[in-house]
């Protein structure tokens, strides 16, 4: 049975395990959380395989001038069994469809696709070809059905730069091809022109090249053996006028850590002592260890290998360290013993980011698992980048779109706060979201940066969790100063997540206020800045984030019975019409709350609220009896199952269940101190929400009685300050990256 590689290239089994896939985008405030649960599935024996790389993607001009008509060309391969008729194939540029072409495609064969766009603005434009991005063919792989590819667009009496490929191998001898056009006072190609060349991580040879007759010169730039991004700046002079242009390449570099459940001619150690033998076969298989060895060296690891004795075994590329449940037993030359956890330790990754503030970006991502985990086939590869594009996910691109939706800002800004991610792929036999307990990471980057974007205050940071699916928030969590280590001029964040994931890291942008938070929801420039709307709504929970509104209601979750498609919550502070008898206890404050969502596709709701300490201490309230209730027309009011689940300096946390939406009161009882001695003072409901410009407050974590959430999705963490200067500064040298 055939079935697509990485690279393209063709490979025989009959079936094939889905990994759990994590990325980790880091910046100085969103990381981003996801679990999927991987499957073996059987894969058909016919099916087609569309897919396109970007150096299928071509244009004519290849250096155009603004006012310039482009025609861009893409060439659609189908590498599958089985031929296609009519499949769209869609063009965008800089994230903006400008044409949908339909193809057919005969099997193991290719078609030609072409569009036309008018190149108006000067500077470097992404184009990406997506094909059958509605998923309507059954295919092999839909993840390689599209490709983007950098074009720039330049103007008279100037100097544009372009490096095919964008993306190389940092082995010290691959190479790319560096060309620089330019063009005199009338937008022709000039000849006879010097242009320099300047590297930042690679080298190029030559250092200098003349343009020909139609204004063109190339070099030849050749990797260095670190991963990280390459600055190519170009330079030249044109009838007086210094000229000069920049081109980014990528230095790839990823590691991949790999074993079997036996492992032949390995070394353990045996944590904590200075015991460490070679030589040994190590299996380890449903919840046990075996060691087997000489004689001498069974009976010594035996003697230390005690309970809670952590084992460290050597594989390719990092250890797995084996914690004991139970004290070890040898038995002649052989050692056995039961696993309590397993963690898979790999050494980190490093990055040199094209930013001096950023500066080498490192990041190091462990997997700890259950101790009955059989690592069979366990494989982990781990890739770093500084750009959303070059993500190997589907549409990466849709996730700077979402970040940048919740900010209220343009796709630039986010490019801008986002330092480094890393992609990382986890496989094994018969893997299941349930064998990973957990995913600590450590991040550093340098303090410079951390300074800038976030004040040094890691309390601004908070932690957003979306969804991959629908690109949707889904939770937030605040960093701590147990979250993160200063040390010569570097900062480092830790963070534990888990279930594989995919996580971001950005400095928040300047902006009015966010928009469309919680649940990857969607607010839309006519829609209310207090409702939220999830397009597509998974089956399981979903989460309405109303943090930014600054109101004692923070979120709302709905466990839904299937899939919803534009599911919107709406919530509005509210006084209690004269019609309605007041519910017991003092009043903190009313809200209506609504959804779009049908009653019988609900299987469970809850909602986060908080009550402020000053509210508690004026009206003298036992804090113990803070609650929900919640208006029923046939009933009255009920009062809801609160569970108290956190509580800072500020602000007190809770969750309530319910059942359905209508009006909800925040209320508590007066202690019997506090009785007569102050008039109650209830929160009075503003006419409309807060401008959303303050510091979004802690969020609480839901107690274990919480349903957890299981769908796939997104961490982001976000500097709770708008650091404008630092914008404005990343921006002006991010620029560099971008052309």
Not at 389 to 399: A, R, T, V
Not at 452 to 460: F, H, L
Not at 637 to 649: G, P, Q, R
Request: net charge negative.
């Amino acid at each position: 049975m055939k079935t697509p590689s990485r690279n393209g290239r063709m490979k025989i089994h009959e079936s094939v395990v889905i990994a759990l896939v994590f990325v980790l985008l880091i910046g100085c405030s969103n990381l981003a959380y996801a679990a999927t649960v991987d499957v073996t599935v059987t894969i058909p024996a016919e099916k087609p395989d569309l897919t396109l790389s970007p150096e299928d993607i071509a244009f004519d001009p290849a250096y155009p001038l603004t006012g310039d008509v482009v025609t861009i060309t893409a060439v659609v391969h189908n590498i599958g069994e089985v031929s296609v008729m009519n499949i769209p194939v869609t063009f965008y540029v800089d994230g903006a469809r400008i044409a949908t072409q339909t193809a057919t495609i005969p099997s193991e064969s290719t078609t030609t696709v072409s569009t036309s766009w008018a190149a108006t603005t000067v500077g470097s434009h992404v184009v990406t070809v997506r094909v059958d991005e509605e998923n309507l063919m059954d295919e092999h792989n839909e993840a390689n059905n599209y490709a983007h590819k950098t074009i720039k667009v330049t103007k008279p009496r100037a100097l544009a730069l372009t490096a095919t490929p964008e993306i190389i191998e940092a082995n010290g001898t691959y190479i790319s091809t560096v060309t620089a056009f330019v063009t005199d006072e009338t937008g022709l190609g000039m000849a006879g022109v010097e242009v320099s060349f300047a590297t930042t991580l690679g080298t190029v040879n030559p250092d200098h090249a003349i343009t020909d007759s139609n204004g063109i010169a190339t070099t030849t730039l050749t990797a260095s053996t670190s991963a990280g991004t390459e600055v190519v700046t170009g330079t030249a002079t044109v009838n007086g006028t210094h000229v000069e242009d920049t081109a980014t390449v990528v230095f790839d570099k990823p590691s991949s850590t790999e074993t079997n459940n036996t492992i032949a001619n390995t070394t353990i150690t045996i944590e904590g002592t200075n015991i460490s033998i070679s030589g040994t076969d190590v299996t380890i298989e449903d919840g046990v260890i075996t060691i087997n060895t000489t004689l001498e060296n069974a009976m010594l690891i035996a003697d230390y290998a005690t309970a809670g004795t952590v084992i460290s075994v050597a594989i390719e590329g990092g250890a797995l360290e084996i914690t004991l449940a139970e004290d070890s037993i040898a038995i002649d030359d052989t050692v056995r013993g039961t696993i309590s956890t397993i963690k898979l330790n790999t050494p980190p990754d490093e990055y040199i980011t094209s930013i001096p503030e950023i500066g080498t970006a490192s990041v190091d991502l462990d997997v700890e698992f259950q101790g009955t985990f059989t690592p069979q086939n366990l494989a982990l590869e781990t890739t770093l980048r500084e750009d959303y594009e070059d993500l190997p996910i589907p549409e990466p691109g849709e996730l700077k779109d979402t970040l940048a939706a919740y900010f209220g800002v343009d796709t630039t800004a986010i490019t801008n706060n986002t330092p480094i991610l890393l992609y990382a792929e986890l496989s094994a036999t018969n893997l299941t979201a349930d064998d990973v307990t957990g995913v600590p990471v450590t991040i550093t980057v340098n303090k410079a940066w951390f300074d800038t974007v976030a004040e040094g205050d890691p309390g601004k940071v908070t932690m957003f969790k979306l969804n991959e699916t629908t690109d949707a928030v889904e939770s937030t969590i605040t960093m701590t100063s147990a979250s993160y280590t200063v040390n010569d001029g570097t900062v480092t964040f830790f963070a534990t997540f888990d279930h594989f994931s995919v996580y971001a890291i950005i400095a928040q942008p300047s902006a009015a206020g966010p928009s469309g938070p919680g649940g990857g929801g969607t607010r839309g420039g006519a829609s209310s800045p207090n409702e939220i709307t999830i397009p597509f709504a998974n089956a399981g929970i979903n989460v309405f984030d109303f943090e930014y509104l600054g109101l004692a209601l923070t979120k709302v979750l709905i466990d839904l019975e299937s899939t919803a498609l534009n599911a919107k919550v709406t919530v509005q502070p509210a006084d209690k019409p004269e019609i309605i008898h007041d519910p017991t206890g003092v009043i903190n404050g009313y809200f209506d709350l609504s959804t779009t969502v049908e009653s019988e596709n609900i299987r469970s709701a809850g909602i986060y609220f908080k009550v402020s300490r000053s509210w508690i201490a004026t009206n003298g309230i036992n804090s113990e009896t803070l609650e929900m209730q919640r208006y029923a027309p046939a009933k009255g009011w009920d009062v809801l199952e609160t569970t108290k689940i956190s509580e800072d300096d500020e602000y007190i946390y809770f969750y309530a269940e319910t059942s359905a939406f209508s009006l909800f009161a925040i209320t508590g009882e007066q202690s019997a101190a506090g009785v007569g001695t102050a008039t109650p003072t209830p929160v009075s409901a503003p006419s409309a929400p807060p401008a959303a410009t303050a510091t979004p407050t802690a969020s609480p974590t839901p107690s274990a009685r919480i349903p957890a959430i299981s769908m796939v999705g997104i961490v982001a963490a976000i500097a709770a300050s708008a650091m404008i200067r630092s914008s404005i500064r990343f921006a002006r040298n991010r620029s560099r990256r971008n052309g």
